[in-house]
């Protein structure tokens, strides 16, 4: 390895900018590559589901451009330019026929959208959005349509889903699940989120799946299991995301869900780390912002020389569904408790208690979101 190999992050989402940014608090002269298969803007990928209430498209959600970014952080940054391989024995990697030397390398390099299988000839009317550079593509194929056929209720879905309808789109959601949010949220919030969702016009389909998808004329006819057809322009897919881990298990990288990681966020192999969406922090793999930003943190005071352990809080999540607002906070796994739903209408207070007692974790919606700090400090670490 050559003498001065730079720390190189892999990704310039929210965990390699703000890794890099604290990192470069705590050593101003190492040099740092950063390298990122997108065009290397920063922007704040939750404000994509907020786009057409805030009346920003792509462009007016990008916050700084790389050259900016590369300024600011001391650093290089490679963009459109993918990583094909890790060669963790000689502490390099690949692009193409390309080899760049590390000293340290950090992989932040997120999770991909799951794609369902859909026949049909209208295909190409599908649309992930999972970075800005989709949502640029999908609010161009949307200009001066009316009517968008989600994929997906999950907590994304649904936020897709009040901004949508926010910019004055239809929306029909189609997902095969019996309510909204299934895994994250008690079915009594999830039945005020859906309400509130179809006050403002939101149709649901929950059971059916997309079977095909087909022109018909200047729009679209959707095929969904249970026999029914919706006429729509274009389709939103927003059925799940999962951790980038093959090149990474091709280097002989532990991997589960996500690559796995130690609370130091080590990999299995000396010199390689990885943080946010890709990464399994001590079996947790949590697709969120604050965990991240520990992480962030945690890893900048590692690759400076002090070794550090990320510990998580309580770590709830704000769901952006303005039309029914909503702070969910899951009980850590492995843990046993009782819910109680207390409230009606819309304003529900959801908590769940151990038999001591204990909180363990919540849903609020409605005006309810207002007892969430005071309900936080109740709350178990996700971490102990
Ligand atoms: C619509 C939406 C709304 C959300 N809202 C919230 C919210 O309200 N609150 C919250 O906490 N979380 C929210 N999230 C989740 C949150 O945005 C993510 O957890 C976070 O942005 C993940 O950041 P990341 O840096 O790990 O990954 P990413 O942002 O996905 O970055 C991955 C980077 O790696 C690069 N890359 C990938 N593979 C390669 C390769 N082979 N070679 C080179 N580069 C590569 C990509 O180009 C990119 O630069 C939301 C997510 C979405 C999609």
Sequence with gaps: MSENAPLVIIGTGLAGYN??????????????????????????????????????????????????????????????TRVTGIDPGHKRIWIGEEQVEY?????????????????????ERIFPINDLEDYARFRAAAAGKSRVLLLGAGLIGCEFANDLSS?????????????????LLHPAAAAA???????????????PVLNRLEQ??????????DGSEIP??????????????????GAGLEVNRGVVVNRELRTSHANIYALGDCAEVDGLNL???????????????????????????????????????????????????EWQVEGSGADLKVLCRDAAGRLLGYALTGAAVNEKLS??????????
């Design 167 to 183: 910019g004055g789109y239809q929306i029909d959601v189609v997902a095969p699940c019996e309510q909204v949010m299934p895994g």
């Design 232 to 249: 729509c322009d274009l389709v939103v897919s927003a059925v799940g995301l999962r951790p980038r881990i093959d090149l990474a298990a």
């Design 287 to 337: 697709l969120y912002v604050m965990p991240l930003m520990a992480c962030a943190r945690a890893l900048a005071q590692t690759l400076a020389g002090k070794p550090t352990a990320v510990s998580y809080g309580p770590m709830p999540v704000t769901v952006k569904t303005p039309v029914c607002p909503l702070v969910v906070s899951p009980p850590p796994r492995g843990s046993d408790g």
């Design 103 to 123: 000293r340290d390398l950090v992989l932040a390099w997120g999770a991909e959208t799951i794609r369902v299988p859909v026949q049909g000839d209208a295909l």
């Design 19 to 80: 890794l890099a940014r604290e990192w470069r608090k705590l050593d101003g002269e190492t040099p740092l590559l950063l390298i990122t298969a997108d065009d290397g803007r920063s922007y704040s990928k939750p404000m994509l589901s907020t786009g057409f209430s805030k009346d920003k498209d792509a462009d007016g959600l990008a916050m700084a451009e790389p050259g900016a970014m590369a300024e600011q952080l001391k650093a290089r940054i490679l963009t459109h």
């Design 216 to 225: 018909a004329g200047d729009a679209l006819l959707a095929h969904l299991s």
């Design 193 to 207: 989120v859906q309400a509130g969702l179809e006050g403002l016009g939101v149709k649901f389909h929950l059971g």
């Design 375 to 384: 309900l936080n400090k109740e709350l178990p670490a996700l971490m102990a």
